[in-house]
């Protein structure tokens, strides 16, 4: 029996991760939720080369717990899942699974302990991820994404993709049989219920939903990472990444959008200030109407060079004081 309890679905817009573990004294259920797709994307753009040594260390400390049975190897085992369920919530299945599965061959000493505890599938995780999301991205862009200016049906564009496959292999994500209940969920609803046998099945049932649903995906304006918009929505800006001070790019992107228009309209101001006063200069006689119009016809032309970003706001106003 697993030492765990590990399920998801989807309800709503939302997706939710249970679990719990039980090897410990009061085991204490946990629930996540994360608006729709988000635990995919984030695997999607996981760095994941930066923690190959994570599992190279993994890797070292199974082939000596095959030689020793040792405490300390499980330990730097089941130490650095722990750091890696940190990164990522799939991470959390890989280490309850893991912890289980140490616990069994701790009462079964008899078995095949290479079988229960496959070193290689461990060592593999960072090379099988790497491959898995360019999988995933070229999903994102030759299915589902809403601005490929494509007017195909998702059907027909997710033909050719996994066509692609015949000609170009790993170009294409194949779809794997996974196993769903349904069942009633925390909510009270009834949902299509995940329990993974490995973080592959976690990839799977997110893949799927997305395709079934037809999901759009757009590449936010601001990170350059792609997002999952609801139907009617134009959102531009994904709410998703993070900056440095704790804003995500969907706000850093509304306050860039109001500060450009703000600017753009104290310098559209500043033009027809400075225009109506130099008109008034024609009937005062201070200067000739041809003058006027050389005038008025450069300084659009720097006004808009201002507008599309070509001149900084403070440099028109110097040309305007200048001029
Ligand atoms: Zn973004």
Sequence with gaps: MAAYEFYTYFAEGWEYFVYKDLTVERPRTIEKDFPFLESLLRFTYLDIWPMEDLFKKMDAALLNFYQKSDFDSQAVVMSTLKKLAKEHIYFEFLRLDWQSRFRYIERHPDKDIQKHLPH????????????????????????????????????????????????????????????????????????????????????????????????????????????????????????????????????????????????????????????????????????????????????KGKRDECAAGKMSFEEFKKWMAES
Aim: hydrophobic share 30%; charged share 35%; net charge positive.
């Design 120 to 299: 290689k599938q461990l060592r593999h995780i960072p090379s099988d991820i790497d491959t898995l999301q360019k999988q995933i991205m070229r999903l994102f862009e030759d299915v589902l994404d809403i601005d490929d200016g494509k007017k195909k049906p998702v059907q027909e564009k997710l033909k050719a993709y996994l066509q692609r496959e015949k000609n170009q292999p790993l170009y294409a994500y194949k779809f794997q049989p996974i196993s769903t209940t349904y069942e009633q969920t925390g909510e009270g609803t009834f949902a299509e219920v995940l329990h993974p046998t490995s973080i592959y099945d976690l990839v799977e049932f997110s893949l799927r939903e997305c395709v079934k649903r037809e999901q759009r995906m757009r590449i936010c304006s601001y990170c350059g990472k792609y997002f999952a918009i609801p139907r009617r929505n134009t959102a531009e800006f994904c709410n998703l990444t993070v900056d440095e001070n704790g804003y995500t790019c969907r706000e850093v992107g509304a306050r860039k959008r109001w500060a450009e228009k703000k600017n753009s309209d104290e310098l559209f101001k500043e033009y027809r200030r400075e225009y109506k006063k130099r008109f008034n200069w024609i009937k005062a006689g201070k200067i000739s109407p041809g003058t006027f119009y050389a005038w008025s016809a450069t300084a």
